[in-house]
Every structure is written in C-alpha cells, then in structure tokens.
C-alpha cells in the first residue's frame, strides 16, 4: 500500500513518462513508467534505470542546491543538487541526457531555454546506486552527472522545489552535514564533489563520461 497521498501532478509524471531501463554497462534494454522504476517490488527490487543530475554553478562558483517539495513522490523535504530527473522514452526515441536536462531545467527551475546552451554542459562521468527509500518508493539508476556554470534566471516550480540556494564551497561540508539529503547528493558529496569543485576552470581535462563510478551497497 501506497504511504501517502500522491497528487495529480506527481501521479501524471508517474505513470506518464516512460523512463529507459539500462543494464550495469548502460546499455538500454527496454522502457518502464516512472512509477514502475520506483515502486519497491515485493522481493526489494527497483528497476535500473537512466537518469542525470545536474550540478549548476554561478559565475561566483557557488552551487544552486534545492530542497525537494514535500509532495514528491521520492524523497520529499530532502535537499539535493540542482536538478535531477530521466531522460525519457519519447516517440520511440531515448531522450539524449542533454536535451532532457534542459527540458527539467526549465520545469523545475523555470530556466529559459534559451539561458541553456547545449556546448555549456559537462558530462563530468556516471554513477550506479541504488538505494530503499521509505521502503515502499526508491532509486536504482545509472545516473549521468552534468556540469555547467553559468548565470541564469531561476523562478521554482512550487510543485518541484520547496526552496533554493546558492552554497559557496566553503560552507558546503557544513550545509551536508546539518541537513537531510538525497542519497546520490550525499554520494557526490562523499566521494566526488571536492575534486570537481576544486576544477569548475579545466571540466574537459578531467572529465570521465565513459566511466561508471559503482556506489552499490555503499551508503
């Protein structure tokens, strides 16, 4: 049984977009709802899935971080990175990880698109994990993280994000460790983070998009 209430809004998402099932290598081996990559089976399994997080920095190089509605599905109330969503199956077509972070760019933040430039994205590498959620909704997902920093206009969709804020890099050890967090965030937090940070000025020279960093069973 369900543990809360999910709105219309949220139970759209759910059993509308069709998100690409992919094995440990990411290769795709078929398509499932949202709702059936996140629902908990009865054995404890979750579907793998494709998914992107995107870590946006401004000109300062401080990190817009949001805090996840409380009527999401997943991990309501948590803090987390930018965005983070799928790309989805769309005529037929997998959805490039790119074009979907714009696409949840401007629906979850109210970025323009035009704000968003396509050059401007670093695929800095992929992490697998996985993790049980409240036990009845969680995440297994090969997720693909994107960089950028860049100045834009940001206006919340209240059914996405409950609040945001730019975290500068010396406080963001402080801010991890006081607040509830997404599980992924708190991966790339761990065990990520500070290397990137450390290089928003050289992305190309040490990024690793062909590699998968294995976080399963890690927590």
Request: hydrophobic share 40%.
């Amino acid at each position: 049984m369900e543990m809360k209430e999910i709105s219309a809004v949220q139970a759209a998402a759910l059993d509308n977009e069709l998100c690409l099932l992919v094995n440990e290598q990411d290769a795709i081996t078929g398509s499932a709802t949202k709702r059936e990559c996140h629902k908990i089976g009865p054995d404890g399994s979750l579907l793998l899935h494709r998914a992107f997080s995107v870590l946006l920095f401004n000109s300062a190089g401080e990190l817009l971080v949001q805090k996840r509605a409380s009527q999401k599905v997943t991990y309501p109330d948590c803090f987390t990175n930018s965005c983070c969503s799928h790309p989805l199956l769309i005529n037929s077509q997998p959805e490039d990880v790119i074009t979907a972070a714009i696409r949840r760019l401007n629906t979850e933040l109210g970025i323009p698109s035009e704000q968003l430039k396509r050059e401007d994205f670093t695929l800095i590498g992929r992490i697998l994990y996985m993790d049980t959620g409240d036990g009845v909704w969680g995440e297994h997902e090969l997720d693909y993280v994107l960089i950028i920093q860049r100045d834009v206009d940001v206006t919340p969709n209240p059914d996405e994000i409950a609040e945001i804020q730019y975290i500068s890099k010396d406080n963001f050890d402080s801010f991890m460790d006081n607040l509830k967090v997404t599980p992924w965030f708190k991966l790339l937090h761990q065990h990520l983070m500070r290397h990137w940070w450390d290089n928003l000025h050289r992305l190309q020279d040490i990024a690793k998009p062909h590699n998968i960093h294995s976080f399963i069973d890690i927590k």
